[in-house]
């Protein structure tokens, strides 16, 4: 019912920068909450960035600062601004649509690897 696909992750050296980008396609108007989140090997996967259909925003304290989290609905693509880019920033990183019905259902793009190193 809806598809995402992601773009924009790659290779940086410590300090860079790398916007990513997730396409949001079918039942777009369900959507209650889009998100971004991260999982390195070894590691849980983490909630990065979120933004609310009101417009409200949200972030994991270890970005707050470096990472702005945005969307265009004419294009109805959401985009994660990733600046100051260390090593630890280091994983596979998701975009996520949420769905409230009854319950929440959680759809996933593939991933996109971004890898910090010198």
């Known amino acids: 019912q809806v598809q995402l696909v992601e773009s924009g992750g790659g290779l940086v050296q410590p300090g860079g920068s790398l916007r990513l980008s997730c396409v949001v396609s079918?039942?777009?108007?369900?959507?209650?909450?889009m998100g971004w989140y991260r999982q390195a090997p070894g590691k849980e996967r983490e909630l990065v960035a979120r933004?609310?259909?009101?417009?409200?925003?949200h972030y994991t304290d270890s970005v707050k600062g470096r990472f702005t989290i945005s969307r265009d609905n004419a294009k109805n693509t959401v985009y994660l601004q990733m600046n100051s880019l260390k090593p630890e920033d280091t994983a596979v990183y998701y975009c996520?649509?949420?769905?409230?019905?009854?319950?929440?259902?959680?759809?996933w793009g593939q991933g996109t690897q971004v890898t910090v190193s010198p």
């Open positions: 933004i609310f259909n009101a417009g409200s925003v």
């Open positions: 996520n649509a949420a769905v409230f019905r009854s319950i929440r259902t959680d759809y």
């Open positions: 079918g039942n777009i108007f369900s959507i209650a909450a």
